[in-house]
Each structure stands twice: as structure tokens, then as C-alpha cells.
């Protein structure tokens, strides 16, 4: 996925489109993965916090300047 | 496009600070913080016995690699790549901390060698098997998407 459609996609999930939640979920899924490795094991609890935490992020951003 | 490149910019550094406050924030609420630096330590003392140095101070060891780990990160946020941030987290310290000396600040084989008290050749075999090692995961990687 090019940056460009990262910022329609952020668009579209902020009025509501669960589809593009999701896209913008996979995008940054390896990031999430990244994070969820814990002692070399995967963490699915924490995984899920950071999904929860993400897709808040995504209601809260506000673009500055 | 100047703009759509602010936001993209904006928004990936805004997502990546807050997934990091959160992650280490699951750690100390799970108590996994400590688990995750003793275990170094412990590491770290059998290596110590094993060979068979006197000096064993778990503590500066700690620290040192805390703020390694911290040095670290800031390397990986120049990265936007996620699947090789990925790779070069599961790095081994030492190569974490080669790739880091070499690569991030420039330095000489030579110097690093110094730095750590190994020798030219060992600083070459573990550079070279760090590399190989993220040659060989990028290329699983691909193969996979």
C-alpha cells in the first residue's frame, strides 16, 4: 500500500468505514507484531491492547500545522 | 503532495510513539519488565562463569543495556520498514550492538574491536552473520508476501 492511500483510508475510517480500520490495521500490522514479541514468544494479550490502542489513535489524531 | 507527505510523516510517528507508550505500559502493569532484564542478567552472569571473569556486575550490565536498548530504538525509528525493524530486533545484543557502531555511527572495524575488547576477525564473523542473517529473513519475507 502507497502512502497516498494511507491518508484517504484515515479519512474514510474516521467517518466510519470498517474496511478501512481494517487496511489501516493490516498497514501497520508488522509494527504491532513487532511489540507483541516478548520474550521471544508471541503475546496475544498484548497484542490486542495495541490493536485496541491503534485504532483509538486513529479516532484521536489531529493533523497539526 | 507536500501535505499528504506531513500527514503520512505526522501519523506514523504519532501511531509509533503511542504503540511504544502502550507496550511498555503492558509491560510494567504485567510485571514482564523485569522478567524481560533478569533473564538478560542471568544470561549474562552464566556467560561471565563461563569465562571464568572475576569482575560479574549484573547491575552496570543492566544498565549499560538499557540504555543501549534505548539507543537502539532510536535507530529503528529511522526505519520504515516494519518487516525489518522486525529482523533487527531479533538480532542477538552483540550483533545489535555492531550493526549499531558500524553502520549507525560510522566506526571502524577497528575501533568497535577496541571498544569491546574482542578482536578485528570476531567483530567481522559476527557483522558478516548479522548480515546474512537479514538476507536471509528478507528473503523469506518476500517469498511470503
Redesign the interface.
Known amino acids: 500500500m502507497k502512502?497516498?492511500s494511507?491518508?484517504n483510508l484515515?479519512k474514510k475510517a474516521r467517518t466510519g468505514d470498517k474496511q478501512a480500520l481494517e487496511k489501516i490495521i493490516e498497514y501497520?500490522?508488522?509494527?504491532?507484531?513487532?511489540?507483541s514479541?516478548?520474550?521471544d514468544k508471541f503475546d496475544e494479550?498484548?497484542y490486542q491492547?495495541?490493536c485496541v490502542?491503534?485504532i483509538?489513535?486513529i479516532k484521536n489524531?489531529k493533523?497539526?500545522? | 503532495m507536500d501535505n499528504n507527505i506531513k500527514f503520512v510523516k505526522q501519523f506514523k510517528r504519532y501511531i509509533k510513539m503511542s504503540i511504544r507508550g502502550e507496550y511498555y505500559n503492558y509491560l510494567k502493569r504485567t510485571s514482564k519488565y523485569d522478567e524481560l532484564y533478569l533473564e538478560e542478567a542471568s544470561n549474562w552472569a552464566e556467560m561471565c562463569v563461563t569465562k571464568l571473569e572475576d569482575d560479574i556486575d549484573i547491575v552496570n550490565f543492566r544498565r549499560k543495556n538499557l540504555t543501549f536498548e534505548k539507543l537502539f530504538d532510536s535507530l529503528l525509528d529511522k526505519i520504515e520498514d516494519y518487516n525489518l525493524i522486525l529482523i533487527l530486533k531479533n538480532l542477538t545484543i552483540s550483533e545489535k550492538q555492531i550493526i549499531y557502531y558500524v553502520y549507525e555511527l560510522n566506526w571502524k572495524e577497528k575501533d568497535v574491536a577496541e571498544y569491546f575488547n574482542i578482536s578485528i576477525q570476531a567483530v567481522n564473523k559476527i557483522k558478516n552473520n548479522a548480515l546474512k542473517k537479514i538476507r536471509k529473513e528478507i528473503k523469506i519475507k518476500e517469498i511470503i508476501i
Open positions: 502512502d497516498k494511507l491518508e484515515y501497520f500490522n508488522p509494527l504491532l507484531c513487532n511489540y514479541i516478548i520474550n494479550d498484548c491492547q495495541l490502542r491503534l483509538l489513535c489524531f493533523v497539526k500545522g
